[in-house]
């Protein structure tokens, strides 16, 4: 096999390993049906009041829910992100729990340097049919932190 071949063939397979490329896995966020969710991280400055609860805005219009707060991460190997999102549309509710979880680390990173920081993030729902009567946040910060709860009830027009 000449080089060319044997180095476009292996190419994928150091970037995969190396981390360059991320494949889609079992435990990526599904969102309920009849709801899109979207996730962003806007900053991740640690100034800014902590102790403070999301806040739930609803757009009647729009049929959309968006949550904004802010979140510690205890160190570098951790992120925030949604571990569940739930909508159950017998009850019309909706349930969202947003953490800081260990993310994926290269196979070489052996330890997680200190990394106190905040994480502020929104996510955005929009629902196909009907908005939820009652929405519900939870954050879930890295240990030691006390949790934050907001709950909302949506005036149905």
Same mark, same amino acid.
């Given at each position: 096999?000449?080089?060319?071949?044997?180095?476009?063939?292996?190419?994928?397979?150091?970037?995969?390993?190396?981390?360059?490329?991320?494949?889609?896995?079992?435990?990526?966020?599904?969102?309920?049906?009849?709801?899109?969710?979207?996730?962003?991280?806007?900053?991740?400055?640690?100034?800014?009041?902590?102790?403070?609860?999301?806040?739930?805005?609803? @757009?009647? +219009?729009?049929? $959309?829910?968006?949550?904004?707060?802010?979140?510690?991460?205890?160190?570098?190997?951790? *992120?925030?992100? !949604?571990?569940?999102?739930?909508?159950?549309?017998?009850?019309?509710?909706?349930?969202?729990?947003?953490?800081?979880?260990?993310?994926?680390?290269?196979?070489?990173?052996?330890?997680?340097?200190?990394?106190?920081? @905040?994480? +502020?993030?929104? $996510?955005?729902?929009?629902?196909?049919?009907?908005?939820?009567?009652?929405?519900?946040? *939870?954050?879930? !910060?890295?240990?030691?932190?006390?949790?934050?709860?907001?709950?909302?009830?949506?005036?149905?027009?």
């Amino acid at each position: 096999m000449d080089r060319r071949t044997y180095l476009r063939t292996l190419s994928p397979v150091i970037a995969l390993a190396g981390g360059c490329i991320s494949l889609p896995t079992d435990d990526d966020e599904q969102s309920p049906d009849g709801v899109s969710t979207e996730f962003s991280i806007l900053s991740q400055d640690p100034s800014g009041p902590m102790d403070h609860p999301p806040k739930i805005t609803i @757009a009647h +219009e729009k049929q $959309l829910v968006t949550v904004r707060g802010k979140l510690w991460r205890g160190n570098s190997c951790e *992120t925030v992100k !949604p571990s569940v999102v739930e909508y159950d549309t017998g009850s019309r509710r909706f349930n969202l729990v947003i953490a800081a979880l260990e993310k994926e680390t290269p196979l070489w990173v052996t330890s997680c340097q200190p990394a106190l920081g @905040a994480i +502020e993030y929104e $996510l955005t729902a929009r629902f196909q049919r009907t908005l939820p009567t009652v929405v519900t946040v *939870t954050e879930q !910060p890295t240990d030691g932190y006390k949790q934050q709860r907001a709950a909302k009830t949506v005036q149905q027009r």
